[in-house]
Nanobody, 126 residues
Framework: VQLVESGGGLVQAGGSLRLSCLAS????????IGWFRQAPGKEREGVIC????????YYIDSVRGRFTISSDAANNMVYLQMNNLNAADTAVYYC????????????????????WGEGTLVTVSS
């Protein structure tokens, strides 16, 4: 199993970034994908849950309407489109996979993830 994030960088407030997660080595129908982020000095939080088996998603309130997750299973890619970024979005972003494959009904839980990527840094300048 391999999870590799990319696409982070420096962006001005109000701008956009698209993060990518190469998720390979497992059956997508058996896992849910989670995007997490850890801001400086804060605990890591689950931001988005994505279940490929039924295409369900869950966004936490602070990103709903601004962030959008999508996938390209043929190429083992999951994307996180982030629009209207603000300083509070500054964080290291991680994708993770939980072996459950159930419908997303809430944010991903850090303690339940089975695999993690190394993270990619997003910095939003105000």
């Amino acid at each position: 199993v391999q999870l590799v994030e990319s696409g982070g960088g420096l962006v001005q407030a109000g701008g956009s970034l698209r993060l990518s997660c190469l998720a390979s080595g497992f059956n997508w129908n058996d896992f849910t994908i989670g995007w997490f982020r850890q801001a400086p000095g804060k605990e890591r939080e689950g931001v988005i849950c994505f279940s490929y088996s039924d295409m369900s998603t869950y966004y936490i309130d602070s990103v709903r309407g601004r962030f959008t997750i999508s996938s390209d299973a043929a190429n083992n890619m999951v994307y996180l489109q982030m629009n209207n970024l603000n300083a509070a979005d500054t964080a290291v972003y991680y994708c993770a996979a939980e072996f459950v494959g159930l419908r997303c009904t809430g944010p991903p839980a850090e303690g339940r993830q089975d695999y993690w990527g190394e993270g990619t840094l997003v910095t939003v300048s105000s």
